[in-house]
């Protein structure tokens, strides 16, 4: 056996959470994780002292505060047990989280691949970090922070959406303020790409919660109306994009709070969003909206 063979041997096979104690997040958190364990799992060497029973794989679970560190053989034998206690990391957790919360700020002048790719999931984890660690690190500096974020013109429009979302969440914008905040960002003299890409922001997260905030449907359907057909072109392109993620009946959601907002031509809204365009009234509606791919 060559030397490179041996040592891909010498390795981890898998990693696996024990979800009874290590419960899923949300879709950021978990798909981080899948990613960790990916990277971990294509590069890694691991060897059990006085065993060559070689590649393991590695269960991770947790009691209270400890790590269980469950190192077993490819026939399921038991190489290692490995308990950890984090309490001795909690300052260090302390530490780190208020380093990455007078960072997040910045972070947020970035491009849009970096927002989405990096620096959405990291917003994500800071803030879950926050919640379930409230005695170990400076959750009221974080919402500072946050707040700050959600409420800047100067940062990328995308994150202060996502932001702002993470602030409803909390609790900390009430009905009439997130109409105004809407209001502000959705308005004819707003560019439609930074306007669009703040309500993607807004509505990317915690998605549900929002279909009942009548005064953000209020003021979507408001700037919509305010637009003259040129101003719709333009504005639908970064629009289609932020309710590309939305399954049908969350649509259909959407679509009975505008209907709610507005009676006129209820009936007819509604039935639309169910009907299947014919070749013909795609044609036309293509031909409408020019170079827009529909």
């Known amino acids: 056996m060559s030397d490179r063979e041996e040592e891909r041997r010498d390795r981890l096979s898998e990693v696996f959470l024990d979800e009874e104690t290590i419960p899923r997040g949300v879709i950021d958190i978990d798909h981080e994780r899948a990613v960790a364990i990916f990277d971990l799992i294509e590069e890694n060497a691991f060897g059990v002292p006085g065993r060559d029973d070689v590649p393991y794989t590695l269960t991770i679970s947790q009691e209270e505060s400890k790590l269980t560190f469950d190192v077993r053989t490819g026939d399921g034998e038991q190489a290692v047990s490995i308990v950890v206690s984090m309490t001795p990391l909690r300052p260090l957790l302390g530490q780190l989280f208020l380093k990455a919360t007078l960072l997040a700020k ?3 002048t970035c491009d849009e691949a970096t927002a989405r790719e990096k620096v959405r999931p990291a917003l994500v984890a800071l803030n ?3 919640m379930e660690n409230a005695g170990d690190v400076d959750g009221e500096r974080w919402q500072r922070e946050l707040d700050a974020i959600a409420a800047s013109d100067a940062l990328n429009a995308y994150l202060s959406g996502f932001a702002c ?4 969440e909390r609790g900390r914008i009430d009905e009439e303020e997130l109409g105004r905040e809407v209001s502000r960002r959705l308005s004819p003299g707003i560019h439609a790409e930074v ?3 703040w309500f993607e922001g807004l509505v990317g997260y915690n998605r549900q919660a929002l279909f009942s905030r009548l005064a953000l449907w209020r003021q979507l359907d408001a700037y919509l109306v305010s637009l003259d057909d040129e101003e719709f ?4 392109v970064y629009l289609r994009r932020a309710f590309s993620e939305f ?6 959601r959407v679509v009975s709070n505008l209907v709610e907002i507005s009676q006129e031509g209820a009936k007819e809204l509604k039935a639309s ?3 299947k365009l014919s070749d013909d009234e795609a044609a036309k509606l293509q031909e409408m909206l020019g170079d827009l791919d529909i």
Do not use: D, K, S, Y
Not at 165 to 168: E, G, I, K, M, P
């Open 273 to 275: 969003v169910e009907a």
């Open 233 to 236: 072109r333009h504005g639908l």
């Open 195 to 197: 306007g669009a890409g």
């Open 128 to 130: 879950r970090v926050a």
């Open 165 to 168: 979302a993470l602030v409803l």
């Open 247 to 252: 399954a049908p009946g969350e649509v259909r």
């Open 106 to 108: 910045q972070a947020c």
